[in-house]
């Protein structure tokens, strides 16, 4: 799979997935890295979107669109064979997902790539260290430490697909950690398909998604949103710690004794998305 362009303005490395919910899927935008020279022009419709996708050779294909939330899916030709293709508002432009499908109608994520394409005049750099591109389903296995390093840089449906593919202990250990948990779940809430994840996310957690939603904007207004990222951080830190260690990491025996000594001291603290929701007001 092409790898994802990463987020560097502020705003998207703050709240990416805020920012995306924010944005709308109108206009021109470029396609850089492994879609340079490609376009894609988009503009809401009344039951959807319709656009053309421009290749680097300037084949162009006109698409008409089904809206799911602020995200676009269509099915079009791609060298002789159907092709799912999700386009999702991104604050720097859109992200592309092209998934074929086999003649079955199931869709074949192993052949699915992801673009990035930018609004003119901006550009993006490549994707931090450690950085992982999103699964373009939820059936696609990803590890803990990939999901964790990554996250806060995907679109909320890359957030969907990638917590739902989780392994269950990873999404076990996670809970003793509610600033991240509670991080995941607002992005979960702004995906326009969480379903299953977004239930599992949200169960015992005392928290709803518009409460959440709301509780964030309050926080950007306030000027309050930094110091709760800083506690994701600080969590976040310790949870690839504790997911280190449990994935067979060599993280050497002292790095995962402290690990456990923390995660017997957040369960102890019985502390979920909700308590941190309430110290946001």
Known sequence: MHRLVAILVTLCLLVPGLAAAQDRLSGTYMGVKDAEGARLDIQPAEDGFSGTLYDARGNAQAFRADRMGETA????????????????????????AFVPVEPTGELNAARARVDSFVRPGLEVPDPPAGFMP??????????????????????????????????????????????????????????????????????????????????MADAQRRGTFDSYKEGVEAELSQLLDSVRCAEGYLEGRATCDQAARRLSDAAVSLRTAAHVLQGMR
Do not use: H
């Not at 899916?73 to 592309?96: C, F, H, K, T, W």
């Not at 996250?151 to 957030?159: H, K, L």
């Open 73 to 96: 899916e269509a099915i079009i030709d791609m060298g002789g064979g159907a092709v799912l293709m999700q386009v999702s508002p991104m604050p720097y432009g859109a992200e592309v």
């Open 134 to 215: 999103p699964p373009v389903t939820p059936n696609t296995r990803i590890t803990g430490n990939s999901f964790l390093q990554s996250y806060q840089f995907w679109s909320p449906a890359g957030v969907s697909n990638g917590y739902a593919a989780l392994p269950e202990r990873v999404r076990t250990l996670m809970r003793f950690f509610p600033a991240v948990q509670l991080d995941v779940i607002f992005k979960l809430c702004l995906a326009p398909q969480a379903g299953q994840a977004l239930a599992e996310a949200l169960r015992g957690q005392g928290v709803q998604c518009p409460q959440v939603v709301q509780a």
